[in-house]
Nanobody, 123 residues
């Protein structure tokens, strides 16, 4: 029943911007955090942002601070990732993930994952 669907990926030039969306459905009413993960071939997925439901607290690793902004529209059950000043190293697949029994950022072990959306940043 739980489902997460990412969208908004695409091809942009370095320095450009994208806005990713994560539509969620089927979650119970209890609060849950949602995180965005970046996957590059040969490396494990890195959590690049996270937002909690109860207090809106956010998490960003140092590598993306100032460039990525996560937000949540509770009425639409959608989480967004605004990506600015993109760099070639940002290229990869972005997944959103959540844990219906966990509402703390970062999320150490998400229970649910989306299918991913491709982001390509050209030089």
């Amino acid at each position: 029943e739980v489902q997460l669907v990412e969208s908004g990926g695409g091809l942009v030039q370095a320095g450009g911007s994208l806005r990713l969306s994560c539509a969620t459905s089927g979650f119970p009413s209890n609060p849950y955090a949602v995180g965005w993960f970046h996957e590059v071939p040969g490396k494990e997925r890195e959590q690049v942002s996270c937002i909690s439901s109860s207090d809106g607290r956010t998490y960003y690793p140092d590598s993306v601070k100032g460039r990525l902004t996560i937000s949540r529209d509770s009425a639409k059950n959608t989480v967004y990732l605004q990506m600015n000043n993109l760099k070639p190293e940002d290229t990869g697949v972005y997944y959103c993930a959540a844990d219906s029994f966990y509402d703390v950022c970062p999320i150490p072990d998400p229970n649910y994952w989306g299918q991913g959306t491709q982001v390509t940043v050209s030089s």
